[in-house]
């Protein structure tokens, strides 16, 4: 099961480059103020604008690529694409390559809770996280041939994971 705004998944490809575009703009901003040095690109796919900053061996981008600081600045990108664009944005930032830093450790998680259960437990629920992040959790639990739904509200919206029904 997975959180889907289905407004946001019809945008266009011109819009999500348009979004893409605007939050480019923002982190840009947001580098030179901090004197930080970085690559960004864009990229649309599955209904969402991806931004990624990147850079060299010699810049420290470690400072902002911490995932509770990728998250914060996530959603000021988001709220400065959606000022702009008059439009929700289900943007995805990912800084110093924080995204694929965090999925291994939702793969670690899920790989626990996958055991746990095999082990006798009759569900495993996993701490409050982003939507995205339980995306992820989702398409894992899938892969490894269980089930898993969301659950609770706002802040406190987590995953649980079960046996296949």
């Keep these: 099961m997975t959180d889907v705004q289905p407004e946001a998944e019809s945008r266009s490809l011109s819009q999500l480059e348009e979004e893409g575009d605007i939050a480019a703009d923002y982190i840009e901003e947001l580098l030179d103020i901090c004197d930080l ?3 960004i690109d864009i990229d649309a796919r599955n209904g969402r604008a991806y931004v990624s900053v990147n850079a060299g061996d010699g810049a420290n981008l470690r400072v902002l690529s911490k995932p509770e600081t990728v998250s914060a600045l996530q ?3 988001r709220l ?3 000022t702009k664009s008059g439009a929700f944005s289900r943007l995805i930032l990912d800084i110093g390559g924080s995204r694929d830093a965090r999925r291994s450790e939702l ?3 899920v790989a626990r809770s996958l055991e746990r259960i095999e082990n006798g437990a009759a ?3 996993l701490p409050p996280m982003s939507s995205y992040e339980r995306k992820l959790v989702h398409d894992l639990v899938a892969e490894g041939g269980f089930h898993s739904e969301s659950r609770g509200e706002g802040a406190e919206r987590h995953t649980v994971i079960t046996r296949s029904a």
Excluded: S
């Design 107 to 109: 793969e670690i998680l």
């Design 80 to 82: 400065a694409v959606q």
């Design 75 to 77: 959603e000021l990108t």
């Design 37 to 39: 040095d970085g690559d």
């Design 123 to 125: 569900e495993a629920a």
